[in-house]
C-alpha cells in the first residue's frame, strides 16, 4: 500500500467506468442554457402586461386549476432536467387531489409551477399552460402572468404548506407578525388590531393551545408540530381557494403526523377550498383524497379516484405501489419492492420510462412512449397493457 | 446569563494573562545597556535618579536574569498595569496612559467616521450584490472589494497624495494643521475646518481600504440568507422581492452583521499606524510607531497591552451582542 | 477527491453504490448492491467538475492569468536580463544627465528687510535617471535599475509567502489536528493557545520584532529575512488550526465517521482516509488567500525599512521612496521609481485573492449554478 493510494479515493464500480462529458459538450450545454435561461427572465421580467395576454377560458367552469401539457425544465451543467414533462391534469373546485409518486419524480415542482415559485434562473416552465380561475371569475394562465401580477395571487387565493416546518418559518420575527403580515398585504382595509384577531382566532382554530401566547412567541420556541400546525393557520388566512400541502407531514413524527393529518381532514370539512396535497405516503393518499394523481419520472401514468387507484389500478407501477405497502394482512416475510432505478432525468428514453422496471412488459412496450388510455370518466392510465381504450370518449374526456 | 457574562469575562482575563506574558517577552530583546543608554540623558539632566534607573530594570526584568528575577519583574509589572501603570515612556518622558490619553481621540474620529461611511457604503452595495447575483454589478462591486484588501494602505495614501495633494493641489500634503496660517484663538470654527480639511484624504484612504470587506461579508450572508426556506415561505406568501429582500433576509443578515460590526468599536482606538504616519496626523498610531521604530520598550509594551485588551472587548463585545439581536439565543 | 466533493457527483447517481470494501455488517444475502445506470447516463467526475466551475469564474481565470504572469516576471525575469543585458539586483549605474538645481534661503538685509535668495543653477547627477531604452523603467535613488530589481522584489516576496504559508499550515494543521482529535484538555490547552495569539494585534508586534531584529548589529541583514518569516509565522498558525480544528469536530459527528469505526479500521487510518482529504478544500482556500497576506505584511515592514534589507530589492521599499515625509520630489516627480512596485503588490494580492475565491466557489457543492 504505497503513499500514493493513500490518499486516492476507491474507485466506484460502475460510476468511475462510466463515459464523462466532455469538455466541449459541457461548454456546449453551458452556452444553450445561458440562451434560454435569459429569453425566459427577459420575459418573465416585463412590467405593465396588457390582461388579455395572459386571461384565458376554463375548459370545465367546475374545475379551479387545469394543468394543460405542462413542461418544466431546469437547465443545469450536466445538461437539460425535464422535471414534469407533459403533465395534465385537474383539481375541481372543492375537491382534494392528492399526486403521488417517488421522490425526484416531479410532483414538487408541479406545485412549485403553479406558484411561480421554480428555483429560478436554472429552473423555467417551458411549454404548455396553467388554467386558475380566481376569486374575481377571471381565468389566468399561470405561464404568462408576470411576476408582479402573480404576487396578488400567492398567499391570498393559492397558498401553499412545505415539507420543513422546523425551517419554514423566519426565526427572527414572532409567531404574530408573521401572520399578521399575510393578511395586512392581501386584505383591504385591515388594521393591525383586526390583523391579530383573526391571527389569534385561527390559531385557535387548528388546535394551537393558549393561541394569544403562541402568537408573541418565536418559531424556535415552538415544536415542529405546532409550527406545521402555525403553517397552516398562515395558509388558511386568507380564505384560499386553493390550498397546496407538499408533503406536510414527511418530517414530522408518526405521532404528530397523525394529528396533523387529522387536522387537514378537518379543515379540508370547514373551508369551500380545493387541496393539492403532494406525497410519497399512500396511507395518507387513503385518508385524504378524493382524486389521485401518480406521476413517474415526470410524467402522469395513472390518474383517477381514490376508489379507482386504490381498487383497480392499471399501471404495473401503481399496481407495484399498492403492493410494496406493507400491509398486516401479508402472509410473507419479505416486503415487496419494486426492482430497479428511476431513469436519468436527463437523457430521457423514447419508450416508456417504467420500462426496465415493470414485471409485465411486452414487446411493444419498446416502441413508442404509451398514450393515455380512458377506463372510466375519471380512470386514465399509460400503458400498453390493457389494449385499447375500452370506454368511448365523450366531450368530456380530459386528454 | 449572568453566568454566561461572568464565564466570558473570566475567559477574557485568561487570555489577556496569557497575552501579556507574550507582551512581556518582548522586553527580552532589550540589549543588556538599552536602558542605560536610553536613560542617560534624562540622568545626566536630573528628570531621573539612579534609583528610577535601577527600578526600571527592575520592572523590565533586566535586573536579575534568572527565571525567579524575570517571574518577579512580571508580576510587579502586571500588578503596576492592572493598576493603571502602564509604565513610562523613554521616547515622550511621560507615563504610557498619558499619551494614549492625549492621543487616542484624534485616532478614534478619523475611524469612527471611516467607520461610519464604510457601513453606508458597504451594506447597500453588499445587498444589491447578493440580489443580483453573477450580474455585473456583482462583479464590479466584488472586484472593487478585493483590490481594497489588496491595496497596501502607504501606496493608495501616495497614490491620493499625488493626484489630490500635489497636482490637483486640493488637499494639503500632511500634518493636521496648516502651519503657516496662524488662527485666532477662538477661531474654532475655521481651526475645525482645518483640521477637517487635513483629514480629508486619510479618511478617505481608510474607508476605501476597509468598504470592500463590509460589503463581502454582508453579500456573502445575504446570499446564505436567500437560499433559506423561510424566504421560500415568504414569496409564497406573495410578498413583493423587495420586501422579502429588506424585510425578511436583511433583518437575517442583520445578526451577524451587528456582532461583527459593533466587534470592530473597540478596535477603532488603536489607531492606524502605517496611514497615520505617512499623511503625519499626530494620532495614537502615529505615536506608536515611532515609539516602537526607536525602541522605547514600556511605551510599545503599554500600547501593545493596550490593543489586546481592545482586541478582547471587542471579542466580548460581538458575543454579547449576538444575545440582543437573535431571539434564538436563550436569554435565561 | 474526498466525500465532501463527491456530493456533487451524487446528485447525478441515485444513492446506492457497490461497497468494495468488506461487507458493511454482513446483512445476510444483500451485501453488494450494484448500480445499475442507463447506457447513455454521462457524468462529471469531482475533479473535473472542480476544475470546471473555477475555469467557468472569469475572475477565478483573470486570477490565475495574473499569479503566472508574476511568478514569469520574478522568476524568469531575472534570468533573461541577466543573460540580455546582464543587469544585476545592486548594480549601481551611473547616467549623467543635466539636471536643475533650486537653492532658497532666507535672510536679512542690512536694511533690516526680511529677503529670500532664490538660486537656479544646473548640475550635474548620475542617479535618477529618467525610462530611457536602456533602463526601462529608469533608475532609483542610488543608480539600481528599477526594472530589474522589480523583479527581484517580487522573487524574494513571493518566496517568503509560500514559505511562512507551507509554515503556517503545517503548524496549523498539527495543532487543530491535536486539539481536534484528542478533545479534552488538549483540546482546552490549544484553543486558549489561539486565543492568545489572535488577540496579539499583528501589526504592532511585527514592527517590534522586526525593528528589533533590525537593530541588534549582531545578526547580519542576510538571516533578517529570516527572522522575519518565523515572526509572520508565528503570529499567523492560529488561522488554519482554528479551522483544521473546526472541521474535524465537524466530520466526527458524521455518519460515516461511525461507518469507519464499524468496519474496524485504525484510528491513524481514520484520520488521514476521511479528516485530511476533506479540510484540504477548505485548507487551500485559506492557503491562498493568506498569500496576500503575507506579501502585505512583507511590504508594509520593507517600506519602514525593517523588512527586506537593503540593498536587496523589495517592492515596499521601493515604494518608501515615495515617502512624503523625505520630501516631496520622489513622490510628485518620479513616478516611474514608486508607482509600478505597488501595482505589483496589487496585482500579486489581487491574483491570490481572486483564485482563493474562486477556489472556494469551486469547492462547493451547493452553488446553485
Known amino acids: ?399 | 446569563m449572568l453566568k454566561y457574562i461572568l464565564k466570558r469575562l473570566g475567559l477574557a482575563f485568561i487570555i489577556l494573562i496569557g497575552a501579556s506574558i507574550l507582551i512581556y517577552m518582548l522586553s527580552m530583546l532589550m540589549p543588556a545597556d538599552f536602558i542605560d543608554t536610553q536613560t542617560a540623558a534624562a540622568l545626566q539632566s536630573g528628570a531621573m535618579t539612579m534609583d528610577d534607573v535601577m527600578r526600571l530594570k527592575e520592572l523590565y526584568g533586566l535586573a536579575d536574569k534568572s527565571f525567579g528575577g524575570i517571574m518577579k519583574s512580571y508580576f510587579s509589572w502586571l500588578k503596576s498595569a492592572l493598576s493603571g501603570d502602564l509604565g513610562f515612556s523613554f521616547l515622550y518622558q511621560k507615563p504610557v496612559t498619558k499619551v494614549l490619553s492625549e492621543y487616542i481621540w484624534l485616532s478614534f474620529m478619523i475611524a469612527f467616521i471611516s467607520y461610519i461611511l464604510e457601513i453606508a457604503i458597504g451594506i447597500p452595495m453588499g445587498i444589491k450584490a447578493s440580489v443580483n447575483q453573477y450580474s455585473a454589478y456583482d462583479y464590479t462591486v466584488s472586484v472593487f472589494a478585493m483590490m481594497g484588501t489588496a491595496l497596501p494602505s502607504f501606496f493608495l495614501s501616495a497614490l491620493l497624495l499625488n493626484v489630490f495633494a500635489i497636482k490637483l493641489r486640493i488637499f494639503p500634503l500632511q500634518g493636521l494643521t496648516t502651519a503657516t496660517k496662524i488662527f485666532d484663538k477662538n477661531a474654532y470654527i475655521q481651526i475645525f475646518l482645518d483640521k477637517a480639511w487635513h483629514l480629508v484624504l486619510p479618511i478617505t484612504v481608510l474607508t476605501l481600504l476597509n468598504a470592500g470587506y463590509i460589503m463581502k461579508f454582508t453579500r456573502t450572508n445575504m446570499l446564505e440568507v436567500l437560499n433559506s426556506d423561510y424566504i421560500r415561505t415568504a414569496r409564497a406568501k406573495g410578498l413583493s422581492e423587495k420586501a422579502v429582500t429588506y424585510k425578511h433576509a436583511f433583518r437575517n443578515t442583520m445578526i451577524p452583521l451587528v456582532t461583527t460590526l459593533s466587534g470592530m468599536i473597540p478596535g477603532l482606538f488603536g489607531g492606524a499606524m502605517i496611514t497615520e504616519t505617512v499623511f503625519a496626523i499626530p494620532g495614537i498610531g502615529y505615536m506608536a510607531l515611532r515609539a516602537t521604530l526607536q525602541g522605547d520598550i514600556p511605551f510599545i509594551m503599554g500600547y501593545n497591552m493596550f490593543l489586546a485588551v481592545l482586541t478582547v472587548l471587542g471579542m466580548l463585545i460581538s458575543d454579547l451582542m449576538y444575545m440582543v439581536v437573535d431571539p434564538r439565543v436563550k436569554l435565561s | 477527491m474526498s466525500n465532501y466533493l463527491r456530493s456533487g457527483l451524487m446528485m447525478m447517481t441515485t444513492e446506492k453504490e457497490k461497497i468494495t470494501e468488506s461487507n458493511v455488517n454482513g446483512n445476510n444475502g444483500n451485501n453488494n448492491i450494484e448500480l445499475e445506470l442507463e447506457h447513455n447516463f454521462r457524468v462529471i467526475s469531482p475533479g473535473r467538475m472542480v476544475a470546471k466551475r473555477f475555469f467557468k469564474s472569469r475572475l477565478s481565470v483573470a486570477g490565475l492569468i495574473m499569479i503566472i504572469f508574476v511568478f514569469l516576471f520574478s522568476f524568469v525575469g531575472p534570468l533573461i536580463v541577466d543573460a540580455t543585458w546582464g543587469y544585476k539586483e545592486t548594480q549601481v549605474f551611473k547616467i549623467e544627465r543635466v539636471s536643475d538645481m533650486f537653492t532658497t534661503a532666507d535672510f536679512t538685509g542690512p536694511d533690516g528687510m526680511k529677503y529670500t535668495y532664490y538660486d537656479k543653477s544646473q548640475t550635474v547627477i548620475t542617479f535618477k535617471a529618467p525610462p530611457s531604452k536602456d533602463h526601462w523603467l529608469g533608475t532609483d535613488t542610488s543608480g539600481f535599475d528599477i526594472f530589474t530589481r522589480l523583479m527581484y522584489g517580487g522573487r524574494i516576496s513571493l518566496v517568503i509567502s509560500f514559505i511562512v504559508i507551507f509554515l503556517e499550515t503545517f503548524i496549523g494543521i498539527i495543532m487543530g489536528g491535536l486539539a481536534g482529535y484528542f478533545g479534552d484538555w488538549v483540546d482546552l490547552l490549544i484553543m486558549r493557545l489561539v486565543d492568545i495569539f489572535s488577540s496579539l494585534p499583528t501589526l504592532p508586534i511585527l514592527l517590534v520584532l522586526s525593528a528589533t531584529i533590525s537593530s541588534i548589529e549582531a545578526i547580519p541583514p542576510e538571516h533578517r529575512i529570516y527572522y522575519l518569516m518565523a515572526f509572520i509565522t508565528l503570529l499567523g498558525w492560529t488561522g488554519v488550526a482554528r479551522i483544521v480544528r473546526g472541521q474535524i469536530l465537524m466530520l466526527r459527528e458524521q455518519e460515516y465517521m461511525m461507518a469507519a469505526t464499524t468496519t474496524g479500521i485504525s484510528s491513524f487510518h481514520k484520520i488521514f482516509r476521511h479528516l485530511i482529504p476533506n479540510t484540504m478544500p477548505q485548507l487551500i482556500v485559506t492557503a491562498t488567500l493568506g498569500l496576500g497576506g503575507v506579501i502585505l505584511y512583507e511590504s508594509t515592514l520593507s517600506f519602514l525599512g525593517i523588512g527586506v534589507p537593503f540593498p536587496r530589492a523589495a517592492w515596499g521599499s521601493m515604494i518608501a521612496l515615495a515617502d512624503p515625509a523625505k520630501g516631496q520630489d520622489i513622490l510628485a516627480n518620479y513616478p516611474n521609481m514608486w508607482v509600478p512596485a505597488g501595482i505589483l503588490i496589487v496585482v500579486t494580492v489581487l491574483g491570490f485573492s481572486f483564485i482563493g475565491d474562486g477556489l472556494r466557489d469551486a469547492f462547493d457543492p451547493r452553488m446553485k449554478r
Open chain 1, 1 to 399: 500500500m504505497g503513499l500514493k493510494n493513500f490518499f486516492e479515493r476507491k474507485k466506484i464500480e460502475g460510476v468511475d467506468n462510466t463515459m464523462y462529458l466532455t469538455l466541449r459538450e459541457e461548454r456546449r450545454i453551458s452556452k444553450e442554457n445561458n440562451r434560454i435561461i435569459k429569453y425566459y427572465e427577459r420575459q418573465k421580467a416585463r412590467k405593465n402586461v396588457p390582461e388579455e395576454e395572459y386571461l384565458t377560458q376554463m375548459r370545465d367552469p367546475n374545475n379551479v386549476v387545469e394543468f394543460d401539457n405542462l413542461h418544466t425544465y431546469f437547465f443545469t451543467d450536466v445538461g437539460t432536467v425535464k422535471s414534469v414533462n407533459g403533465v395534465t391534469f385537474d383539481v375541481p373546485i372543492g375537491k382534494t387531489v392528492g399526486i403521488v409518486g417517488e421522490s425526484g419524480c416531479g410532483k414538487s415542482v408541479t406545485s412549485l409551477s403553479l406558484m411561480q415559485l421554480v428555483q429560478a434562473p436554472t429552473g423555467q416552465i417551458v411549454e404548455g399552460s396553467i388554467r386558475y380561475q380566481a376569486g374575481d371569475g377571471k381565468c389566468y394562465d399561470i405561464p404568462k402572468v408576470p411576476k408582479d401580477r402573480m404576487l396578488k395571487l400567492r398567499g391570498k387565493e393559492i397558498s401553499m404548506i412545505f415539507q420543513e416546518p422546523m425551517t419554514s418559518l423566519n426565526p427572527v420575527f414572532r409567531i404574530g407578525e408573521q401572520m399578521d403580515e399575510v393578511i395586512l398585504l392581501h386584505e383591504e382595509g385591515a388594521t393591525p388590531e383586526i390583523a391579530k384577531e383573526r391571527s389569534i382566532a385561527m390559531l385557535k382554530s387548528v388546535g394551537i393551545p393558549m393561541p394569544d401566547k403562541i402568537y408573541t412567541k418565536y418559531p424556535h420556541e415552538l415544536s415542529g408540530g405546532m409550527r406545521q400546525r402555525v403553517m397552516i393557520a398562515m395558509a388558511l388566512l386568507c380564505n384560499p381557494r386553493l390550498i397546496i400541502a407538499d408533503e406536510p407531514t414527511t418530517a414530522l413524527d408518526v405521532t404528530i403526523q397523525a394529528q396533523i393529518l387529522e387536522l387537514l381532514r378537518e379543515v379540508k370539512e370547514r373551508i369551500n377550498g380545493s387541496i393539492m396535497l403532494i406525497t410519497h405516503d399512500l396511507g395518507v393518499i387513503a385518508e385524504m383524497a378524493d382524486l389521485v394523481v401518480v406521476m413517474y419520472a415526470g410524467r402522469i401514468i395513472e390518474k383517477g379516484t381514490v376508489r379507482e387507484i386504490f381498487h383497480d389500478p392499471k399501471h404495473p407501477y401503481t399496481i407495484g405501489l399498492m403492493r410494496s405497502k406493507p400491509s398486516g394482512k401479508l402472509k410473507d416475510n419479505r416486503l415487496y419492492s419494486i426492482k430497479g432505478q428511476v431513469p436519468n432525468p436527463i437523457n430521457m428514453p423514447d419508450h416508456c420510462y417504467f420500462l426496465n422496471r415493470c414485471d409485465m412488459a411486452m414487446d411493444i412496450c419498446h416502441g413508442e412512449y404509451p398514450k393515455m388510455i380512458q377506463y372510466s370518466p375519471t380512470h386514465f392510465a399509460a400503458c400498453y397493457l390493457c389494449g385499447e381504450s375500452s370506454f368511448p370518449k365523450n366531450d368530456l374526456a380530459k386528454e
